[in-house]
């Protein structure tokens, strides 16, 4: 099964709205990544947060993680249409690979 | 643009064939990763490569192989090859050889299998 399991699966908002996803995940972790994947394109690496850190902000993305709860949430803030993409997080947990969840699709309307 | 290089970006085979998709990873990177991403599967770790060793293997099928050449580019190979390996694959490359740093993907290569 998946090391991270995304929450929503989907999410649409309207363009200026804040989108907010979630992670699970189930075993120990060096560091939590969060990618991003335009329809049929590759994934683009977006952040990455280490275990011993809590927050992590990069322009309009602004990522939480509590290793207690292993979660983790990715924000974006004023959305806007070229945000519409599916959106992953990605856990090393014990297994010394990068496994991913099965990702939320968000679509940001004009 | 990743700096990673997939070829080719779309294959249409039959059944039981056999196909080799190939990544040129990033200029510099030692590392290079296989995904596939299906509808029902997500996207699934395959095999990792660094500098030409085998380093990681994940859920890849028996009827799949890869390798790293000494130049590092890597080769896919899928054999007896079934409908349900139609997936887009994708590889990716990092600097080092821990499997826990930022991966640069490629395009993908989809492949349909009739």
């Known amino acids: 099964s998946q090391q991270g399991e995304e929450d929503p699966q989907a999410l649409s908002i309207q363009e200026g709205e804040n989108a907010t996803m979630n992670c699970s995940y189930k075993?120990?972790?060096?560091?939590l990544q969060w990618y991003r994947q335009n329809s049929g394109r590759g994934l683009v690496h977006l952040i990455l947060?280490?275990?011993?850190?809590r927050e992590k902000h990069s322009g309009r993305l602004r990522v939480t993680l509590d290793t207690s709860k292993k979660s983790s949430s990715l924000l974006i803030t004023a959305s806007r249409a070229a945000d519409t993409a599916s959106y992953f997080c990605?856990?090393?947990?014990?297994?010394?690979?990068?496994?991913f969840g099965q990702g939320t699709t968000l679509q940001v309307k004009p | 643009d990743s700096g990673v290089t997939q070829t080719p970006k779309h294959l249409i085979t039959a059944t039981g064939q056999r196909v080799t998709l190939r990544c040129s990873p990033r200029?510099?990177?030692?590392?290079v990763y296989w995904y596939q991403q299906s509808l029902d599967q997500g996207l699934q770790f395959l095999i990792q490569y660094y500098n030409g060793e085998e380093r990681a293997k994940g859920n890849i099928l028996e009827r799949f192989s890869a390798q790293q050449f000494p130049d590092l580019h890597s080769e896919l190979n899928l054999s007896s090859l079934e409908l349900g390996d139609s997936a887009l694959y994708f590889c990716a490359s990092s600097a080092d050889s821990s499997n826990t740093g930022e991966l640069f993907f490629g395009e993908g290569s989809r492949l349909t299998v009739l």
């Open positions: 075993t120990s972790i060096n560091n």
């Open positions: 200029s510099g990177d030692l590392s």
């Open positions: 947060i280490r275990s011993n850190e």
């Open positions: 990605a856990t090393d947990g014990n297994t010394g690979k990068l496994i």
